[in-house]
């Protein structure tokens, strides 16, 4: 549930997780989810079915999005800018970045963009899944994109492993050395709140963990594109 709280901005829960007040509805479950697929769709993968552009950073104007929304889904009458700010600020993952009227989605695409995100403040270690059949040849050759534009690393290995378990239930954590990575001028930016990207890794950055740490299923993102 999606909930505003005068003093204390928006949040996900029944009350204010600050005051502890009811707070004003915004949306509910069911909606949260579909709406968040769809903002997330629109922004990372297809803007054109929505009849929107992405410019060149990956932006579109919030009012646009909210109409082209609540036009191709008519139960959405009601949303406003407002909802789909909601939206973007209390996404646990960081996926999206609001900048005055704009949106964009912070990571995941499959649109070619430039994201022009911060590149300080990288850990001197990050983290990449694979499955174990892909184990051997990534440690050959190196990691590059597959589905997406840019290579995804994780903060942890803990959410390395969350992310991996989408794909394999037991998934091999590859630790990639990032100060010798930025040495090299390798460019790495962060992007949501675990998520870093990368346009490529050498094999000599990787090394695999000989234990991966436990992860909660709840934790595990589920970013393949939605059908919306």
């Not at 929505?50 to 950073?57: K, R, T």
């Not at 036009?71 to 009458?77: D, E, F, L, N, V």
């Not at 190196?142 to 991996?164: E, F, N, W, Y």
Request: charged fraction near 30%; proline fraction near 7%; hydrophobic fraction near 35%.
């Amino acid at each position: 549930m999606l909930k505003e709280c005068e003093q204390h901005g928006y949040f996900r829960a029944e009350n204010c997780p600050v005051c502890g007040q009811n707070g004003r509805f915004l949306m509910n479950d069911r909606e949260l989810d579909h709406l968040g697929r769809i903002l997330t769709g629109v922004l990372r993968h297809f803007p054109d079915r929505y009849g929107l552009e992405v410019d060149a950073h990956g932006w579109i104007e919030l009012p646009k999005i909210a109409r082209a929304i609540s036009h191709r889904h008519p139960s959405y009458h009601w949303l406003r800018v407002h909802h789909l700010v909601a939206i973007a600020e209390t996404d646990a993952k960081g996926r999206y970045e609001v900048r005055e009227d704009r949106v964009r989605a912070t990571y995941g695409h499959t649109l070619e963009i430039d994201l022009d995100l911060p590149t300080d403040d990288i850990p001197d270690h990050l983290y990449y899944p694979v499955t174990p059949d892909e184990a051997t040849i990534v440690l050959e050759v190196g990691l590059r994109p597959s589905d997406r534009r840019k290579v995804h690393l994780s903060k942890t290995a803990a959410d390395a492993t969350s992310a991996g378990k989408v794909r394999t239930p037991e998934p091999i954590i590859l630790e990639v050395d990032t100060q010798k990575a930025r040495e090299q001028g390798i460019v790495i930016m962060r992007a949501g709140k675990t998520v870093y990207l990368v346009d490529q890794v050498p094999a000599e950055l990787l090394r695999r963990l000989e234990a991966a740490p436990d992860a909660s299923p709840a934790e595990a993102p589920t970013e393949s594109p939605p059908d919306v």
